[in-house]
């Protein structure tokens, strides 16, 4: 291909991103001149493509709206690097994708891979069979289901334009029920897609998994959503009903140090956290009891108790009470013991019980020679 050649089609890949861009750019881009320029753009209407002037201190050249390019053009990075992320779909899908929607997005992904691989140049396709030969995967972990397409784009062009929508939802127990829903954003966690935005009949805010919705049409009309400091945050109504959520355990803890330490084992797709402002200084006397017999405590003269000579604790630090619901207790002995700041339970006393527990059993065990 000769250079010439080379940089027009260059040129009409940076048309084909989207947008308005500059003569200054493009000349930059190709290393050329804004002359040269013109004249690959003039190449490019002269096969047919619509390339549009924009007029102005900003202008400068876009596709027309709406047209539709002819085949794909990817270079070799780029075709290595869509084909190993489809490769890497179907080989970590494990055993969840058994839905209809699942079924179909692995389809996809198989027949668009086996696409773009014929089109591959040969020494291309030999780097990837000798990559795919040395690659392994560790076993399949398992895959949330995914939600069905014709529902995600539906969903999506409704809350783009604010308009309702009928969905048919199915809850965690499988009882199906039509609801209508004023749809504020759509937010993919952790593996899965949710929904949220207020139902109009009950005037509540609500999230909604979207593999659990098995039909979604938009309804006449629309709506205005909350403006201002009021607009709701979709991202961060999904992770508040996960520390919100109806489970058996309430636990209210009171947990000394900065948000970012205690972010790092307690999310906040896990627990909520409000500063207290009354708290008094945090006590770094050790308790006498909590040293055991044999060995008791020593620390250099003069340095307070409870903190290493010399080292302060990090800027920040506060009393924090954090709140969470959880189906079990038995996972966050270990989750405190890890975090490895000061804490107070205020509730419940099993928690209390279990972590009591615990110290115990790995006191003993630490002692044993």
């Known amino acids: ?139 399949p972990s398992g895959r949330p289901a995914g939600p069905d397409g014709a529902v995600l784009l539906t969903i999506a062009d409704a809350v783009r334009h604010r308009r309702p929508v009928s969905i048919r939802y199915a809850d965690r127990v499988g009882r199906r029920s039509d609801r209508t829903l004023h749809p504020y954003g759509i937010v993919s966690h952790a593996g899965r897609w949710y929904v949220t935005g207020e139902d109009p009949g009950l005037g509540e805010e609500r999230t909604f998994r979207l593999d659990r919705v098995a039909d979604a049409r938009a309804l006449p009309g629309s709506f205005e959503a909350p403006a201002g400091r009021a607009a709701p945050d979709p991202a961060q109504r999904v992770l508040s009903g996960f520390a919100t959520a109806s489970y058996r355990h309430e636990v209210t803890l009171r947990i000394h140090g900065t948000a970012e330490q205690i972010r790092t084992r307690l999310p906040a797709a896990v627990a909520t956290m409000e500063e207290i402002t009354d708290e008094p200084a945090l006590d770094t006397t050790d308790d006498p009891a909590d040293a055991p017999a044999d060995d008791p405590a020593e620390e250099p003269a003069g340095e307070p108790a409870g903190e290493p000579a010399g080292e302060a604790g990090p800027a920040g630090e506060r009393w924090w009470r954090v709140e969470l619901r959880a189906e079990r207790l038995d996972w966050l002995p270990g989750v405190l013991a890890a975090l490895d700041r000061p804490f107070v339970i205020e509730r419940p006393d099993e928690l209390r019980d279990l972590v009591l527990a615990v110290a115990g059993r790995l006191a003993s065990r630490a002692r044993r020679s």
């Open 1 to 139: 291909m000769s250079p010439p050649t080379g940089r027009v089609l260059t040129l009409l890949e940076l048309l084909q991103s989207g947008g308005v861009r500059t003569m200054a750019e493009l000349a930059d881009r190709l290393g050329v001149d804004g002359r040269t320029v013109r004249r690959y753009v003039g190449q490019l209407v002269d096969l047919g493509l619509p390339v549009e002037s924009v007029r102005g201190r900003y202008g400068g050249y876009r596709l027309a709206r709406g047209y539709r390019l002819p085949p794909l053009m990817l270079d070799d990075d780029e075709a290595l690097a869509v084909l190993l992320g489809l490769i890497a779909n179907r080989r970590t899908a494990g055993d969840a994708g058994d839905t209809a929607s699942d079924t179909a997005s692995d389809t996809a992904s198989e027949t668009a891979a086996a696409k773009i691989r014929r089109v591959l140049p040969e020494r291309l396709v030999r780097r990837l069979d000798a990559l795919m030969e040395s690659l392994a995967f560790t076993g």
